[in-house]
């Protein structure tokens, strides 16, 4: 289900980005969603920046009281 979501998340992003590139020429909003576009791919493709064996209610850097 999440692949499924994020096929039709970049699949609107990549049109908002066509959209404003191509039919109307906003150059504000094109670089505006470009840039969603590239955070988006970084985190996906960085493991470090999803935090690993988090619990409910735990912070995952907590170490004060061990």
């Known amino acids: 289900m999440q692949i499924l979501l994020n096929v039709i998340f970049y699949a609107f992003l990549a049109w908002l980005f066509y959209d404003s590139t191509v039919v109307e020429h ?3 909003f094109a670089f505006v969603v470009g840039f ?3 955070v988006a791919i970084i985190v996906q493709l960085m493991p470090a920046l999803h935090a690993s ?3 409910p209610g735990e912070f995952p850097y907590d170490t004060i009281g061990d």
């Open 36 to 38: 969603v576009i590239v």
């Open 53 to 55: 064996k988090v619990s």
């Open 26 to 28: 906003d150059p504000w």
